[in-house]
């Protein structure tokens, strides 16, 4: 073979070979980029500040003894030799929380007070309550009363807005169930007239923390009698939120300050001419003694000896005071264990001792307290300080 021809040929051959390569082979696909990590969402209570639980920020350890009755608190009307006399006692660990709403349903109990002299017996919010809510009824009113603000049983509470131990589930009849809802609403739409620092009351959102999915009862939460009371109503679950347990439930309520809400009101029935008479009474005979012919009896647990009343009892609780801190604005509630933040200083509690008459601060108590809160807000701060700084990484 001419040795040119053989030579055209074989570069021939390799061109068609090369040709057919580039037809049959397909196209490099090029390496999709990896996907941008997701953003990192907000968790609720990353603005919230953590609590300074330190022993050497407190400032007192104080007690008080709720008047508790397992059916719920006493609203009626009797008439005694010759006088009408109205009980308003017995409720609980939401005194404060129910006060207008039972002062309320007290007046109701006598059809016409405009210009009626009436007798109010005791100084603690359900007196002074009820007797600021005859004044408005037109009631000319003397309270009676062994105490008064600051060194009443209602100074001592926390001021949380919410009826809780008011009474035993299983022993609530349909008629106190009635009662206790009415005053309840009658309460939560007064105190809201009342927002402002004059009264110390104002708005803050209360956080309940559990391990568990939050429990719906009878009263709170979705289909409870009271969930529209609960205002910015929200559950939020594992990697939601920055507390340190599973689950939270959100709602906004209303956070009375005791030392200057008292003071307000007390000020309030005097400057209405309300007279108040320093005077403790030793048995029923001198109360129905009084010159006046109606009379409110709003004595709290001293009912239970002047009025015979052996279902009422003592439940004892106990505050730590801690130094204010001002950039806290939020309640926490966790098991046992609840923080406050008061003009006047946060508020660390959660005992309910029943049948506890002993007024005396337990140390235990209060070291178990704060040590078991510190470490709650401790461990909050560190999801909280973890969290933000993904958030400026991102």
């Known amino acids: 073979m001419n040795r040119r021809r053989s030579l055209s040929l074989l570069a021939g051959s390799l061109a068609v070979t090369a040709s057919c390569k ?23 209570g990353a ?174 939460g979705p289909g409870g009698v009271l969930h529209e009371t609960q ?4 559950d939020f679950g594992p990697g939601e939120h920055i507390f340190p347990a599973a689950y939270a439930r959100r709602f906004h309520t209303m956070l009375i300050d005791p030392s200057i809400y008292l003071e307000t009101l007390l000020r309030d029935v005097q400057v209405a001419g309300g007279a108040i008479e320093i005077r403790r009474f030793a048995s029923t005979g001198e109360i129905l003694g009084l010159p006046e012919q109606t009379i409110f009896n709003c004595t709290g647990l001293g009912a239970r000896e002047l ?12 505050l730590s005071i801690l130094m204010p801190q001002a950039a806290v604005n939020y309640n926490l509630i966790s098991g046992r264990h609840y923080m406050f933040p008061r003009a006047d200083g946060i508020v660390l509690g959660g005992t309910f001792e029943r049948g506890q008459w002993n007024l005396t601060p337990d140390d235990t108590v209060k070291q178990r307290v704060i040590a078991e809160q510190k470490v709650m807000f401790e461990t909050m701060g560190k999801i909280r300080d973890e969290h933000l700084a993904a958030l400026a990484r991102k």
């Not at 996907?35 to 968790?43: D, E, I, N, S, T």
């Not at 003397?142 to 001592?156: F, K």
């Not at 009025?307 to 106990?318: R, S, T």
């Open 231 to 234: 205002i910015g109503f929200k």
């Open 307 to 318: 009025f015979a009343d052996p279902e009422l009892m003592p439940v004892k609780g106990q």
């Open 22 to 44: 580039r037809r049959d082979e397909k196209p490099a696909v090029p390496q999709a980029s990896a996907p941008p990590p997701a953003p990192v969402q907000r968790l609720e």
């Open 47 to 220: 603005d919230l500040v953590p609590v300074s639980i330190d022993p050497t920020l407190e400032t007192r350890t104080i007690t008080g003894l709720r008047p508790f009755r397992p059916s719920g608190f006493v609203l009626r009307r009797e008439e005694r030799e010759g006088k009408v006399l109205v009980h308003n006692y017995g409720h609980g660990g939401a005194g404060i929380t129910l006060s207008w709403g039972c002062a309320h349903l007290a007046a109701n109990l006598v059809p016409s007070l405009t210009g009626l002299s009436c007798a109010v017996i005791g100084g603690g919010v359900i007196g002074l309550s009820t007797a600021r809510m005859l004044q408005l009824r037109g009631a000319r009113v003397t309270v009676y009363t062994d105490l008064l603000p600051p060194e009443t049983t209602s100074n001592v509470a926390g001021g949380h807005w919410w009826p809780v131990s008011v009474f035993d589930s299983n022993k609530r009849t349909p008629e106190f169930t009635a009662q206790f809802l009415e005053a309840a609403r009658f309460s939560f739409r007064y105190f809201q007239r009342l927002i402002g620092p004059r009264w110390g009351v104002r708005w803050v959102p209360s956080y309940y923390l559990s391990d568990g999915e939050p429990d719906n009862g009878w009263m709170a």
